[in-house]
Every structure is written in C-alpha cells, then in structure tokens.
C-alpha cells in the first residue's frame, strides 16, 4: 500500500475515503489471519468484521512513532481471536476436529490445493500459541519479519527462532500424518 | 560475521516467498545447511498456501456494507456532508460488486426470491446498493419504507409456507427498515416529509389489512409468529409516524 503513513493519518483526521482504502487494503490478509488461527470459516468471518469495527473505532489512537500501522492492526486481530478461543473454550494445545475444520473452510479452498490447505488447518492448530500466531502472521497474512516483530511484540531476533520452531513441529506433526 | 541457522532459514524464506527463487537455488546459496533447510523450506511453502484463503465473495460484500454504513454514521456525526471522493468510491465499488457477484440478469431475477432461496442474499444486495446510490437522506428512507413493504409481502409468504423461523427473522428487518427511516429523517421538515409520512400512513393501513387477512390462512405453527409480526408492524409503523410527525411543526 503506498504511501501508508499518509493514508493512516487522513484516516485519523476522519477522512472516510482513507478510511476505506485501509480497510480494503488489509482486509483479505486479516481475514486470513484470523482463518488459520481459528479454523472455522463463519467464525473467522464475524472476528474480521468485529476487528475493523473496532479499527474504526480506535484508529484515533493509533500513534505512528516507529509501529507499523500492520503491526498495530494484526495487534487488534490478535487481541480478537485470544478473546474467541477463550470465550470458545479453544484454547492453546486443544485439537482442532478434522473434520469440522474441512467443512468449515471447504468453500473456500482451490480444489486442488484442498487438502494441504486441510492438512495444514488441522497440523497448525497443534503448536503452541506463539508458533500459531507467527505462521499465521507471516505465511496466512503475510507479513515481513520487521513487522511480525512488531505485531507480536517480541526482536525480529526472536520471532526469526521461533519461526524456525514452528516449522520443525509443523513439520514433525505433517509427516506423522502421513 | 557468520550467519545463524536462523538467519539462513529466514533468508532462504524471504528469497523463495518474496523473490520468487527455486528451494534448489537457495540450498545451492547454503551447502553447508541443505541437508536440514530442505525440509524446513519445503514445510514453509506449504504454509504459504495459506495465502490462498479468500474469504466469501457474498461476505465480502456484505462485511464491506456494514463497515461502509458505520463509517458513514461516523462521518454524520462529524460533518453533515459526506465527501465527493468516497460518494464517487462507493458508487463504483459497489456497483462492480454487485454485478461481480451476480450479473445484471441475476440481479433481477432476485426480485421475486424469499428467505432461503439462493437468491436471497442478492436480493438483500441489491437493497444495500441501491440505499447507497440514493441521493438524499429522503430518498433513503422512502427505500426503506419500500423495503419495509417488500418484507411484510414476504412474512406473508413465508407464514403461509408455515416458517415460523423466517418470519421472525423477517419481523426482526421490517422493524429496522422502520428505524432506519426514523434515524434518517427525524428532525426533518418540509414537503417532501409530508409525503413520505403520508405514504407511511398508507402503507401501514395496507401491511396490517395483508397481515391480518393471512392470519385466517396460515397453518397453526405460524399464527404465535405472524401475531408477533402484526403487532410489531402496527407499532413500528405507528412510532415512526410520530417521530416524524413530532418534528414536523405546523404542516401537518
């Protein structure tokens, strides 16, 4: 998105074109966010709408000074989906059902890729909270490392191991499937 | 200084992610490490087909009404006017969008739909689009005093068809449209609030003889809901009648 910082602060003067052009600009990648971490299609549908509601509501807070308008965004979408999994009963280490993970996200799955994307799904859900939230962040929202740092709070030093981690498990979890 | 194995995974990542390079050419970048990052490579590529996720086109819509109609709110509460761009925005988006998401034949095809059918949510589009095109807060609540009356058609169908869920559902929208003219009229004057309290004064007279008429016709599981409905059709008209009137000074 060129020229973000403008954009974000128009957005924080009321401008409502700025304001819809961030919206539009982060959409997809929140709502992909919140898909892997939470696994269900219609929940990860009304946690994306509830994150830009809240965005719309609290953008006049957001100071720039050195964070990322993504890092403090994916902040809001973090803080929404901790809140579902407690409210879900959802939380850390609990397996996801198979089988509701594949009904839930079927629809919207390129039929080719449906059942990495599955087996990914259900894989994910077996990491640790951390591992989740930086393979969601980084390969779901795409996010840089910079700002995956900033998101989670923690030195690109750390978010680069526990990267690493992540993908040890995810694998050690894949290839046990097979 | 020498790089980490972390440093060297994150590399190769970016490379093949961002860059577009092959595992190949980056283990080749890596000899000394290939032997472990080529599984852990392979894994975050996999991982990467999480990008793939897109969320429902229909949701997208409907999300990006909702979220339009709350900033819009905002933006009244701010100014009286909202701004050229975003009209000109909005205009187009939504007009592409909905003619993305259905085609101009199934748009009008949805005219006749009722809860349930996979027209429906079209039709519900359609309304939105069209609410948004309107020109003037007037205009948007004669809409929804329209919508208001496709609804009561609707509850009568549906309560015929014995869905006391979709007729509750149904009662729950008629009430909206209702408020919706309120929030978007009240403390207005002039003529053309004269007319449009008229028009609402027809229309309730008009909804409540349809409602009462079905009531002798529905099959008994749906007579609790369409009840229900009558009496919340008779007092949300009769509210917004006087909301508007309560404002409306000596015209009337």
């Given at each position: 998105m060129q020229n973000e910082e403008s954009l974000v602060q128009r957005a924080q003067r009321g401008d409502q074109d700025a304001i819809a052009r961030l919206y539009e600009g982060y959409f997809d990648r929140i709502y992909r966010y919140i898909a892997l971490r939470v696994g269900s299609r219609e929940d990860a549908e009304d946690i994306t709408e509830q994150v830009f509601l809240r965005v719309l509501e609290?953008?006049?807070?957001?100071?720039?000074r050195g964070i990322p308008f993504a890092a403090w965004l994916f902040r809001i979408a973090h803080n929404q989906v901790i809140d579902h999994l407690r409210k879900t009963a959802k939380g850390e280490g609990l397996p996801l059902d198979e089988s509701k993970a594949s009904a839930a996200m079927e629809a919207e799955l390129l039929v080719e890729q449906k059942l990495d994307i599955e087996q990914l799904l259900v894989a994910v859900k077996h990491l640790t909270e951390a591992q989740q939230e930086v393979i969601s962040l980084r390969f779901?929202?795409?996010?840089?490392i910079a700002e995956t740092a900033r998101a989670m709070g923690r030195s690109e030093g750390a978010i680069k191991a526990l990267q690493h981690s992540a993908l040890v498990a995810l694998r050690k979890r894949l290839v046990e499937r097979r | 200084m020498s790089m980490g194995f972390e440093e060297i995974l994150d590399d190769c990542i970016e490379r093949i992610l961002?860059?577009?390079?092959?595992i190949d050419g980056c283990l080749m970048a890596y000899p000394g490490q290939a032997k472990e990052l080529e599984p852990l490579l392979r894994i975050a590529l996999a991982s990467a087909k999480?990008?793939?996720i897109e969320p429902r086109s229909e949701f997208k819509a409907e999300a990006r009404y909702r979220f339009l109609s709350a900033l819009s709110a905002k933006g009244r509460g701010r100014e009286k006017r909202r701004s050229l761009g975003l009209r000109r925005w909005v205009v187009a988006s939504i007009a592409v969008l909905v003619f993305l998401l259905a085609g101009g034949g199934t748009v009008a095809a949805s005219s006749g739909a009722m809860p349930g059918d996979p027209l429906y949510s079209v039709k519900l589009a359609t309304e939105q689009v069209r609410l948004f095109l309107a020109t003037s807060d007037v205009a948007r609540a004669r809409l929804h005093a329209q919508f208001a009356d496709t609804r009561v058609a609707e509850i009568v169908i549906m309560a015929g068809r014995g869905n006391s869920e979709a007729v509750e559902m149904l009662t729950e929208r008629l009430t909206n449209h209702l408020e919706q003219i309120v929030n978007l009229v009240g403390g207005e004057e002039g003529a053309e609030i004269d007319v449009l309290v008229a028009l609402l004064e027809g229309n309730a007279q008009r909804n409540q003889a349809a409602l009462e008429l079905a009531l002798e016709e529905v099959p008994p599981q749906a007579i609790p809901a369409l009840q229900h409905a009558m009496e919340m059709s008779r007092t949300g008209y009769e509210r917004a009648i006087q909301a508007i009137e309560g404002h409306g000074g000596g015209n009337r």
């Open positions: 609290s953008i006049g807070s957001f100071k720039w779901a929202a795409g996010l840089s | 961002v860059k577009g390079e092959t999480a990008s793939q």
